[in-house]
């Protein structure tokens, strides 16, 4: 009998398919270098194939690829693998890099015209020895299950959480619920498969097949007796019976191609260490290095640029996360005087806090534990007694506290009692800095860099032992990125700005039910007025809140546009913005059921909904700031959404009356910058039109509009003015001459004439575009005055649309980035001056360019001028900041 331990192992890789699965692996979270490559496919497939080498040791190994050439496939049936989507950019530049990689590890690579990688291992595999060898097919494609015997498999790499599957015989009869393996082409003969676009038989999906295999046992034995069967599966299957066999030649793996199972070639070599030094090095893999080669590569970055790291770092020095020692410490256990003493002897220290709830003012600590990164946490359940611990923690001066999210800490910290006054490290801020377009979420971290998989449906905060280590684990990876790259940014800004917006939130705004009760009554009579003319209009009723009835009546019954198209997700006709907005220039029915939406979106949104969150306890509305949100590092905020509160229409408008002060001894202020984007543009554009315009006062949007339009100052209309003002702020978001001519209700010719014009008046601004775009292509990414990098992988992408927005991105981000930490710093000055001057009034929100105040009138006058001083003054351009400050006794008022 045969050890099956000294049998040959084979490994046969399905290149393209694991390439495919480590991109879109990686999809929302790319592996972008500093040239601005996305490596995700790479490091991914790199990652897969080292797992296979370390665990299952083969002794054999070969990567087959897909061939570019047409195959017999599509010569017999054109219309073969033809609704596959494009290759993705991405896929293409890291195919020949994997291959050359694979090549320096010494595996063979295997590419045949016109057969497809499927197609060459199925041949190898017929080839291999049954009694010596076991065959691995490297593969999540279930199609090679027609392959499986007793000595080869199919081997489905893991991925996340998922281990690998290693299919045998007796679980590819399982999957496809039939009794033979030579059984699977008949299934797929049946059912097609969408992805390669094989027909099958319409009608007939899995069950079906399954039960019509098991009982003909075969597709020419069931296409034989057809007549035994009814109805639609009878008229089906005679009816696309040639279409079932051409299904069925297209699903059968081919074992015929030109390939011979080298046992030589194929033998695990040595690797070519230099060469993928090499590699590694312009690809700027500094941990695959360490792991394969035991050192890192020389980073061949672009000439000038900072290269951005590899944070997907492992800790092969270290116990996995979930292998520490979490200790529970007790009250008058020795352990709270050492900790005492880490406290002082330490450089930082990670905290991790359990609340019973996430509310505000009712919510209670349940456990906090810490970790000094020795391999072990704290655990402390809070009581009197350990509440003084927590304290000296939260005010320690000499160390600093490494946390995630530490803003809603802070304010249910406040509610308890509790006040953070030390340094602080917030991982997600941090993280925030580094990769602005990936996701920040604390378990996708850990899973990314860390390589730490919580159990599904587990939360962070369920276990603090196991979050303080973790977070300490981050520090060690973005801390270094950090003072590197980002230090004046994250030390100076985003930090401090933690606690000037926990304290905001902390204290809240308040509202008037009365006045939304009285707006919403009101809203609901127009809603009434305006669904009742539509449906005069239209001469029936209908529900007007039904897109389906709603497309029924305008297209089918009134027959607005004869050209309209029911959408293909739907199936029903589109009725969203863009549409109604096209027909209202025709038609008026339209226009008016735009309003109604339009009332009834401020109706749920605000009026209606804003009392609903009011909390109980303080009679505030507490909206939360999200500062790791918007790329471009303006905050946004939700529950409620404060940004969206519409300001152009009347009605809108009236909603910001229902904002008042606390106390009916003061009042509302507003500040608000004046045209602070454009100020910016003139400043980092340096063009001096511009710079004069803003210098002297003048007004912006006149200015421009002279020049443009070749005109005196006195002698520019209102029309000249709007259209002036469209450019203004339209081309810093990189308006085309189509868009302009939208907006302005004018032809392409004018809008161009326009912009032509434009360019020729501010020509600092046209240098400025162009040299933001080159300096993006050097760099891979936009840069605001104040360090805030805005990473750009489509800036060198040969799709001309994708570039295209990575250019706009390029221009408009260092302004609006700019706009955003000005306004930043601004609020982190008045914070820190209201302090020091023990002021009672306070800093309750912030709208785009705009910061709301709660005054005690008795402070109007000194609040007006450190308002003014700070936002004014708190950075010196080439053009004065202006302030625009009013006051009233709600935020309408006041505005």
């Known amino acids: 009998m045969t050890d099956v331990n000294a049998k040959k192992k084979i490994f046969l890789i399905d290149s393209l398919a694991l390439i495919y699965r480590a991109h879109f692996a990686f999809i929302n979270n790319p592996r972008i270098n500093s040239k601005g490559q996305n490596t995700s496919a790479i490091f991914g497939f790199v990652n897969s194939l080292l797992e296979i080498i370390e ?164 597709l020419e034995n069931l296409l034989a007796h057809t007549h035994e069967l009814k109805g639609k599966i009878k008229e089906n299957l005679e009816t696309y019976a040639e279409q079932a066999r051409i299904s069925y030649q297209l699903a059968k793996l081919m074992t015929d191609a030109p390939v011979i199972l080298d046992e030589k070639a194929f033998a695990v070599k040595e690797w070519d260490k230099s060469r993928l030094e090499e590699i590694f090095g312009e690809l700027e893999f500094k941990n695959l290095s360490r792991r394969m080669l035991g050192k890192e590569p020389e980073i061949k970055s672009k000439e000038g640029i900072e290269v951005q790291g590899d944070l997907f770092t492992t800790y092969p020095n270290h116990q996995s996360p979930s292998m520490i020692q979490i200790i529970h410490v007790h009250t008058g256990d020795k352990e709270t005087e050492h900790i005492r003493f880490l406290l002082k002897k330490s450089k930082f220290l990670s905290l991790a806090i359990q609340y019973t709830d996430d509310k505000l003012f009712t919510s209670e600590i349940k456990a906090f534990a810490v970790s000094f990164n020795q391999e072990k946490a704290y655990l402390f359940d809070y009581q009197e007694e350990t509440k003084e611990m927590l304290q000296e923690i939260l005010s320690a001066q000499d160390i600093t506290l490494i946390a995630y999210d530490f803003k809603k800490d802070i304010m249910l910290l406040k509610s308890n009692g509790l006040e953070f006054n030390g340094f602080l490290f917030d991982n997600l801020i941090a993280h925030y800095l580094i990769d602005s377009e990936s996701s920040h979420d604390f378990n996708r971290l850990c899973e990314n860099y860390l390589h730490h998989q919580f159990v599904s ?98 297209f089918n019954v009134l027959k607005l546009d004869p050209d309209a198209k029911k959408t293909k997700k739907s199936g029903q006709f589109s009725t969203n913005e863009e549409v109604l907005t096209r027909l209202a220039e025709k038609h008026e029915i339209a226009g008016v059921i735009l309003e109604y939406r339009e009332i009834q979106k401020l109706k749920s949104t605000y009026s209606d909904a804003l009392p609903g969150l009011v909390n109980p306890v303080s009679g505030m509305i507490h909206t939360s700031y999200e500062q790791a949100v918007a790329s471009t590092g303006r905050l946004s905020s939700r529950n409620p959404n404060l940004q969206n509160i ?116 501010f020509p600092g601004i046209k240098n400025y575009m162009q040299e933001s775009i080159e300096k993006a292509r050097k760099s891979g990414y936009a840069e605001t005055l104040f360090g805030r ?43 820190d001056t209201f302090k020091k001057e023990k002021l009672k009034s306070l800093m309750i929100m912030q709208v785009h360019d705009e910061l709301v105040f709660d005054v005690i009138q008795d402070e109007y006058e000194v609040v007006t001028e450190l308002v003014r001083e700070g936002m004014e003054n708190v950075v010196r351009l080439k053009v004065p900041l202006i302030v625009d400050i009013g006051k009233g006794m709600n935020w309408l008022d006041a505005h």
């Open 55 to 218: 665990k299952e040791k083969p002794t054999h190994i070969a990567a087959a690829f897909d061939s570019y050439e047409p195959t017999v496939r599509h010569e017999d049936f054109t219309a073969y693998k033809a609704n596959r989507d494009k290759q993705p950019e991405d896929i293409t530049f890291a195919i020949p890099v994997i291959k050359q990689i694979l090549q320096a590890m010494n595996i063979a690579v295997l590419e045949m015209p016109g057969y497809e990688a499927d197609d060459i291992i199925a041949t190898l595999v017929k080839q291999a020895d049954r009694v010596n060898s076991l065959v691995y097919m490297v593969t999540p494609d279930k199609d090679y299950s027609q392959l499986v015997d007793d000595h080869i498999f199919i081997y489905k790499p893991g991925r996340g959480s998922k281990e690998v599957e290693i299919w045998d015989t007796q679980r590819v009869l399982k999957e496809f619920g039939i009794e033979k393996v030579e059984q699977v082409i008949d299934i797929q003969s049946l059912t097609g498969d969408a992805v390669d676009n094989i027909p099958g038989v319409p009608g007939i999906g899995p069950k079906t097949a399954q039960s019509l295999i098991n009982q003909y046992g075969s």
């Open 457 to 554: 449906g587990s939360h962070p905060a369920d276990n603090p032992g196991q979050f303080a280590f973790l977070n300490i684990k981050l520090y060690e990876l973005f801390s270094k990125e950090i003072e590197e790259k980002y230090h004046h940014l994250f030390h100076n800004i985003e930090i401090p700005l933690v606690s000037v917006l926990a304290e905001m939130e902390y204290h809240g705004v308040k509202i008037s039910s009365e006045i939304l009760a009285a707006l919403s009554a009101e809203l609901q009579n127009e809603l009434k007025a305006l669904e009742e003319k539509v449906f005069r209009l239209c001469g029936m009723s209908f529900n007007l809140n039904s897109p389906q009835q709603l497309g029924h009546v305008l």
């Open 646 to 761: 519409p300001v152009r229409t009347e009605r809108g408008r009236l909603i910001r009356k229902a904002f008042i002060p606390r106390q009916p001894e003061r009042l509302i202020l507003s500040a608000d910058y004046s045209q602070i984007e454009l100020r910016v543009v003139a400043h980092v554009s340096n063009d001096e039109a511009m710079i004069e315009a803003f210098r002297t006062g003048k007004d912006i949007h006149t200015s421009t509009a002279a020049k443009v339009f070749g005109v005196k100052s006195e002698e520019v209309n209102s029309d000249m003015r709007r259209k002036a003002k469209e450019v203004n702020f339209g081309i810093i978001y990189g308006i085309s001459s189509w868009g302009l001519a939208q907006r302005l209700g004018i032809s392409k010719k004018e809008a161009s004439e326009i912009i032509d014009n434009y360019f020729k008046s």
């Open 789 to 831: 990098r805005r990473y750009l992988r489509d800036i060198n992408s040969v799709n001309a649309m994708q570039r295209a927005f990575a250019e706009r991105n390029a221009i408009n981000a260092p302004v609006q980035g700019t706009a955003a930490d000005i306004i930043k710093l601004a609020m982190i000055k008045i914070h």
